[in-house]
């Protein structure tokens, strides 16, 4: 993989109602990502904690859509620095925040690829728009926007669309999937993997066919976009929106071990860690571990 890292902290936190998403870049680097990967002979940019423009008090929400204009502004923000990170030629590593901060991943990213991937390792489709989401949380909604769907304000980032095709997404870990997601998934096609079929199969047969699926779409990068909501809460505690059922620790280093055998993996972002609802900074610690497999640490 790529040697040249540059890392950009997004405290987003208005893509949903719960505070502290805020502090997860924070939390990430307090629990010693640099170093970690610094072991591993990676060149390590930091380019700090983006500023988060606030709404001056509580508004109505446009379309069905909370704090719009501000996580719009944001996403713009950060596509425009992702943009220019790969234009360099260096991996980009996202920290967040909530997971509406994918879409401006995504617009920084796909623009340099003909067909890029994405593995979405996640409980969540994230696949509603303002008519189908049962919220109004912008963070439920990345990937649909990514494909196009959704607010322009928030579809036309960087001023293009749709991001990716929904024939090169993979979804993995999903089990807390609304009606409307659903209907889309089918329309669309889009390959999603169950807990159910996950625990039939086992992790490895899952990220094995996932891999050998983007190879048939001859994908030209790979996006991975881990939301920490994807492990069980009894591993990963400090999340926003925490369902049962999910991935052990364990599970989740094989296949981040998986993703970087393949050498597929282009640019990444993991999200959603919440300090404040965890215990002990468990689960920005997990995030970093994480990050440690995807970028190549073995026991021998």
Known sequence: MNKQLSIIGVPMDLGQNRRGVDMGPSAIRYAGVTERLEQLKYQIEDLGDMVISRPTEEKEKQDNLRNLEEVAEGN?????????????????????????????????????????????????????????????????????????????????????????????????????????????????????????????LGMSEIMKQSLEYLETRNVDGVHLSLDLDSLDPEEAPGVGTPVMGGFSYRESHLAMEMLNESGKVTSAEFVEVNPILDEKNKTASMAVGLMGSLFGEKLK
């Open 76 to 200: 713009r923000t950060l596509a425009a620095k992702v943009d220019e990170i790969v234009g360099t030629g260096r991996f980009p590593l996202i920290f967040g925040g909530d997971h509406s901060i994918a879409m401006g991943t995504l617009a920084g990213v796909s623009r340099h690829y003909e067909n890029l991937g994405v593995i979405w390792y996640d409980a969540h489709a994230d696949l509603n728009s303002g008519e189908t989401s049962p919220s109004g949380n912008i963070h439920g909604m990345p990937l649909a926007v990514s494909l196009g769907i959704g607010h322009e304000k928030l579809t036309n980032i960087l001023d293009y669309q749709p991001k990716i095709k929904p024939e090169n997404i993979v979804i993995i870990g999903a089990r807390s999937v609304d009606e409307g997601e659903r209907e889309l998934i089918k329309e669309k096609g889009i390959n999603v993997y169950t807990m159910h079929e996950v625990d039939r």
